[in-house]
Nanobody, 120 residues
């Protein structure tokens, strides 16, 4: 059974930095695209950044130039380095992974979410 285990959230002042990690654990044939999503209170969940297995990345306009997504395929882990944080970045951040089974089927797995709070 694959699980995504997140860490690294917390409280930080505006302008500060945090690094989120998300490790896929269990029996994992292949992890394709991984990503980070945010959900602020009263809002829908939105994509923050995604990274393909080959390293190709995409970012939401709101975080370009401030956040960096990376991954370690050997560890099935994705990271989100968040710099120059703003109060509007406050949200629950969840990681997401597309898992490919040995039979060739794919499914999506979500982490439990980690709270990021940026104070002004």
């Amino acid at each position: 059974q694959v699980q995504l285990v997140e860490s690294g959230g917390g409280l930080v002042q505006a302008g500060g930095s945090l690094r989120l990690s998300c490790a896929a654990t269990g029996t994992i044939p292949t992890v394709n695209t991984m990503g980070w999503y945010q959900q602020a209170p009263g809002k829908q969940r939105e994509v923050v950044a995604t990274i393909k297995r080959d390293g190709g990345t995409n970012y939401a306009d709101s975080v370009k130039g401030r956040f960096t997504i990376s991954r370690d395929n050997a560890k099935n882990t994705v990271y989100l380095q968040m710099n120059r944080l703003k109060p509007e970045d406050t949200a629950v951040y969840s990681c997401n992974a597309e898992i490919r089974t040995t039979m060739g089927f794919t499914y999506t797995k979500w982490g439990q979410g980690t709270q990021v709070t940026v104070s002004s």
